[in-house]
């Protein structure tokens, strides 16, 4: 036998008619497919903004379409199993590696509780493609976390979650008491280097996992602890929020299980000094008024080169980041402490998450530029002064970004990443959870027209600073003009950190009545030099995660001259497929070279951040 099977509980799906109230009882028609369960969700007794051309569906189509990206896979390969192409065939001269993609794989256990899907637990999938035969392969596993170990009885393979709520949390369902956090489920990022393949999360130890067959190998020492004796720290002296964090180390990670910094699951690759770049952050800055920062730089074996820490009078929430040649990047998503809702989360009554509440109390948005090496790159500069960009951003994936000197000693600085407003970014409300009722509502992804501006979209931000360091200018605007809702920005990384003239990501054509603005359901290439967007759409009850470049085997160094590799969700068949387009064609009729479909009882949720790594 190739494939082990697991069967759950039949999914529950709570569709009421789109013009009755939400209600909690649950109805459980014929699962989409036996190894699978699916988050409840209730509708709304009003419709969406309408955009573009729009497909006619029903509220309850377009719910359940969007149920089914949510939809627990609990089935995992033993052996690689042959994927065929049902469209097109491999090229020849598509290079042999392996695209990995991290993400949750279940969302409700064998109890009726449901998770967050940012805390479904993780499940590695793996397309080997052999460019040489012209084959691939597919595996995917269960990150074999402390968590899974916890919530798994392997005995009987049912799943009993013990916490629950965004970041984890509330301990078998219990509204007081509560007092572990921070659940680690390795969903978020993968990332191979120096021979090692390790499965991050944003607040946690990497795993490191074995490449071949995916087996977990356990928690992985990135050298996250120890940063005392060999940190380059700037930092100023001893003050009263030092005083506190004192205090509150020893609850945090002695009552709450906290790790003492935690690891955020963006990360960097400088190709010109074959470097891995990783930043944490300490854990109890999740209560201070302030944010300390230590960002690491490892060579190809993994030796650690340097720390840079990092103390930064301002209170925030950092997901993704940037950095340039002589800088780090951070834009300062800038939250505040919710006194009632941190009482309640110490308390165990609510996630840990409700002590944090946004902080749009600014116009501008403060972007922080941090020296990497020395105090000279600044010219003069104080770090702990923001550049203000004259719109409130809420920075969620950077796509690349770089400098260059001019020969009048002005430093030119361009970032190109998504970010969206404050009013619609909501760590609590992610994928329309609601973890008191257990429900997944998306139509708080999806904006009414008009509020459709304040959603994820794709923006250049340039600056320039003088000699010494003085800013001269900061502007923000949507890259090439293109105002559809869009994450997932990527380039080709030969590419990172310096100029660039083409950028991909995920967006979606808005022609669906009920949701518009995600899940998406576009590849957007852009040529940034001559100001065009071209695009290529799934079609109808079709959406597709984070787009992957791959450049050719044969590659003469042009930077489109290569293939993106993209996971397609096709809910309307419940199959997913491995997409290849030619990335020079996106835009034509003729731009998939082949379509590989993933066998159905495979079929996988949706995922978050992928990797391509070359043989």
Same mark, same amino acid.
């Given at each position: 036998?190739?494939?082990?099977?697991?069967l759950?509980?039949p999914?529950?799906?709570?569709?009421?008619p789109?013009?009755?109230?939400?209600t &909690?009882?649950h109805?459980?028609?014929?699962?989409?497919a036996?190894?699978?369960?699916?988050?409840?969700?209730?509708?709304?007794e009003?419709?969406?903004?309408?955009?573009?051309?729009?497909h006619?569906?029903?509220?309850?189509?377009?719910?359940?379409?969007?149920?089914?990206?949510?939809?627990?896979?609990?089935?995992?390969?033993?052996?690689?199993v042959?994927?065929?192409?049902?469209?097109?065939?491999?090229?020849?001269?598509?290079?042999?590696?392996?695209y990995?993609?991290?993400?949750?794989g279940?969302?409700?256990?064998?109890h009726?509780?449901?998770? &967050?899907p940012?805390?479904? &637990?993780?499940y590695?999938r793996a397309?080997?493609?052999?460019?040489?035969?012209?084959k691939?392969?597919?595996?995917?596993?269960?990150?074999?976390t402390?968590?899974?170990?916890?919530?798994?009885?392997?005995?009987?393979?049912?799943?009993?979650?013990?916490?629950?709520?965004?970041f984890s949390?509330?301990?078998?369902g219990?509204?007081?008491?509560n007092t572990?956090?921070m659940k680690?489920v390795?969903?978020?990022?993968?990332l191979?280097?120096?021979g090692?393949?390790?499965?991050?999360?944003?607040g946690?130890?990497?795993?490191e996992?074995?490449?071949?067959?995916l087996?977990?190998v356990?928690r992985?020492?990135?050298?996250?602890?120890?940063?005392?004796?060999?940190s380059d720290r700037?930092?100023?002296? &001893?003050?009263?929020?030092?005083?506190?964090?004192?205090?509150?180390?020893?609850?945090l990670?002695?009552?709450?299980k906290?790790p003492?910094?935690?690891?955020?699951s963006?990360?960097?690759?400088d190709?010109?000094?074959?470097r891995?770049?990783?930043?944490?952050?300490n854990a109890?800055?999740? +209560?201070?008024p302030?944010?300390n920062?230590?960002?690491?730089?490892?060579d190809?074996?993994?030796?650690?080169?340097?720390?840079?820490?990092?103390?930064i009078?301002?209170h925030? /929430?950092?997901?993704?980041w $940037?950095?340039?040649?002589?800088?780090?990047?951070?834009?300062?998503n800038?939250?505040?402490?919710?006194?009632?809702?941190?009482?309640a989360?110490?308390c165990?009554?609510?996630p840990?998450?409700?002590?944090l509440?946004?902080?749009?109390?600014?116009?501008?948005s403060?972007?922080y530029?941090?020296?990497?090496?020395?105090?000279?790159?600044?010219?003069?500069?104080?770090?702990?002064?923001p550049?203000e960009?004259?719109?409130?951003?809420?920075?969620?994936?950077?796509?690349?970004?770089?400098e260059?000197?001019?020969?009048?000693?002005?430093?030119?600085i361009?970032?190109?990443?998504?970010a969206?407003?404050?009013?619609?970014f909501?760590?609590?409300?992610?994928?329309?959870?609601?973890?008191?009722?257990?429900?997944?509502?998306?139509?708080?992804?999806? +904006?009414?027209r008009?509020?459709?501006k304040?959603?994820?979209?794709?923006?250049?931000v340039?600056?320039?600073?003088? $000699?010494i360091?003085?800013?001269?200018?900061?502007?923000?605007?949507? +890259?090439?003009?293109?105002?559809?809702?869009?994450?997932?920005p990527?380039?080709?990384?030969?590419?990172?950190?310096e100029k660039?003239?083409? /950028?991909?990501?995920?967006?979606?054509?808005?022609?669906?009545?009920?949701?518009?603005?995600?899940p998406f359901?576009?590849v957007?290439?852009?040529?940034?030099?001559?100001?065009t967007v071209r695009?290529?759409?799934?079609?109808?009850?079709?959406?597709v995660?984070e787009p992957?470049f791959?450049?050719?085997?044969?590659?003469?160094?042009?930077?489109d001259?290569?293939?993106?590799?993209?996971?397609?969700y096709?809910?309307s068949?419940?199959r997913?497929?491995?997409v290849?387009?030619d990335a020079?064609k996106?835009?034509?009729?003729d731009?998939?070279?082949t379509? +590989? $479909?993933?066998?159905?009882?495979?079929?996988?949720?949706?995922g978050f951040h992928?990797?391509?790594?070359s043989?």
């Open positions: 036998m190739m494939i082990k099977m697991s759950p509980l999914p529950k799906i709570f569709l009421p789109s013009n009755s109230p939400p &909690h009882h109805q459980a028609p014929p699962p989409l036996p190894p699978r369960a699916a988050i409840s969700i209730a509708i709304p009003t419709g969406l903004g309408r955009t573009g051309t729009i006619e569906e029903s509220t309850s189509s377009a719910f359940r379409d969007y149920q089914s990206l949510f939809m627990s896979q609990r089935t995992e390969t033993v052996e690689p042959v994927i065929k192409p049902i469209d097109g065939s491999i090229p020849v001269d598509f290079p042999s590696g392996t990995y993609l991290a993400g949750p279940l969302f409700e256990d064998d009726g509780s449901t998770v &967050h940012l805390d479904g &637990h993780g590695l397309f080997h493609i052999d460019g040489s035969k012209r691939a392969t597919f595996t995917a596993k269960y990150v074999k402390e968590a899974k170990q916890e919530e798994h009885d392997p005995v009987t393979d049912t799943w009993r979650f013990t916490h629950r709520g965004p949390v509330l301990k078998g219990k509204r007081f008491g572990k956090v680690n390795a969903n978020t990022s993968v191979k280097w120096a090692r393949l390790l499965c991050l999360w944003e946690g130890e990497p795993y996992i074995e490449s071949g067959s087996d977990t356990g992985f020492n990135v050298a996250i602890n120890g940063y005392d004796d060999d700037d930092v100023a002296g &001893h003050d009263i929020w030092d005083t506190a964090a004192g205090l509150l180390k020893p609850i990670q002695g009552v709450f906290m003492p910094k935690r690891f955020l963006h990360y960097k690759i190709d010109r000094r074959n891995l770049l990783t930043v944490t952050c109890e800055d999740m +209560l201070l302030r944010s920062f230590t960002f690491c730089e490892y190809s074996e993994f030796k650690l080169m340097q720390t840079r820490e990092f103390k009078d301002d925030m /929430m950092i997901h993704d $940037a950095v340039t040649d002589t800088h780090y990047i951070l834009f300062a800038r939250v505040k402490l919710n006194p009632i809702g941190s009482m989360a110490m165990g009554m609510s840990m998450v409700s002590a509440t946004l902080n749009p109390s600014n116009e501008s403060p972007i530029l941090l020296p990497r090496f020395s105090e000279k790159s600044m010219g003069g500069r104080d770090w702990r002064v550049v960009v004259s719109s409130q951003l809420w920075l969620i994936h950077s796509g690349n970004a770089y260059t000197r001019e020969d009048n000693g002005d430093l030119k361009q970032i190109q990443a998504s969206c407003s404050y009013r619609w909501d760590f609590q409300k992610m994928f329309g959870y609601d973890w008191q009722s257990s429900k997944l509502d998306p139509s708080v992804m999806n +904006l009414n008009g509020d459709d304040l959603l994820p979209h794709l923006v250049k340039s600056m320039t600073l003088d $000699a360091g003085n800013c001269k200018s900061c502007d923000v605007e949507p +890259l090439n003009g293109w105002n559809k809702p869009s994450d997932f990527v380039i080709n990384s030969s590419w990172s950190g660039n003239k083409y /950028m991909y990501c995920a967006s979606s054509s808005g022609t669906r009545r009920e949701l518009p603005h995600f359901d576009m957007v290439k852009f040529d940034l030099d001559s100001n695009t290529w759409s799934t079609g109808a009850r079709r959406f995660g992957m791959v450049p050719k085997s044969s590659s003469e160094g042009e930077e001259d290569g293939y993106i590799i993209v996971v397609e096709a809910v068949v419940e997913c497929f491995l290849i387009l020079k996106i835009g034509e009729s731009a998939v070279v379509r +590989l $479909a993933v066998p159905r009882n495979l079929t996988f949720p949706m992928g990797l391509w790594a043989d």
